[in-house]
Every structure is written in C-alpha cells, then in structure tokens.
C-alpha cells in the first residue's frame, strides 16, 4: 500500500516555540509539524533550535538556512497533524 498523493503546496509557516511550525496549504489547511522529528543528520539543526528562526517557504516547501535544509510539502502534510489554534504565546520571536 502506497502512501497517497499529495498535490498541495505550503504557502506559509509560522514557527512556535519546542521546534514546533505551524504550516499553511495552499488547500487552506493548517497543519502543525514538530521538526525535531525529522531524521537524518541533515536535520540536526532542526533538531537543537539553530535553524528554526530562518524558517521560510521557498516554491512550496519549507526550508531553513537559505535552502540548505528543505522538506517537500508531501513530507509535512503526511508527519504533521490538523491544528486551527494558534495560541500567540507559543510563537516565536
């Protein structure tokens, strides 16, 4: 069983604060992703706080660091759950 197809671009990110991102489709679904989850060393710096504040959308996914580190929207939809509360206490910056 294959994992479904996904066609939805990410048109915004907000990053809260535990390495949490809420992310915006271009469905208008909003999703919250941890990426501290994502594996791999090229996601260490995700994983220790470095890269969130350079968080941006670039073509529909969600990259750090100037493009150095990215995540297809596919990726964040599938590991990410609904969320529609965005409590301001909880951004960062």
Do not use: C, K
């Amino acid at each position: 069983m294959g994992v479904p197809s996904f066609s939805s671009r990410i048109v915004g990110t907000v990053p809260f604060v535990g390495g949490m991102l809420l992310v915006s489709f271009a469905s208008g679904e909003r999703h919250l992703f941890d990426t501290t989850q994502a594996s791999g060393p090229a996601f260490s710096s995700l994983r220790d706080g470095t890269a969130q504040a350079t968080v941006r959308v670039e073509h529909g996914f969600v990259s750090w660091l100037d493009g150095e580190i990215d995540l297809a929207p596919g990726y964040v939809y599938e590991h990410s759950v609904v969320y529609n509360d965005a409590p301001e206490d909880l951004m960062v910056g």
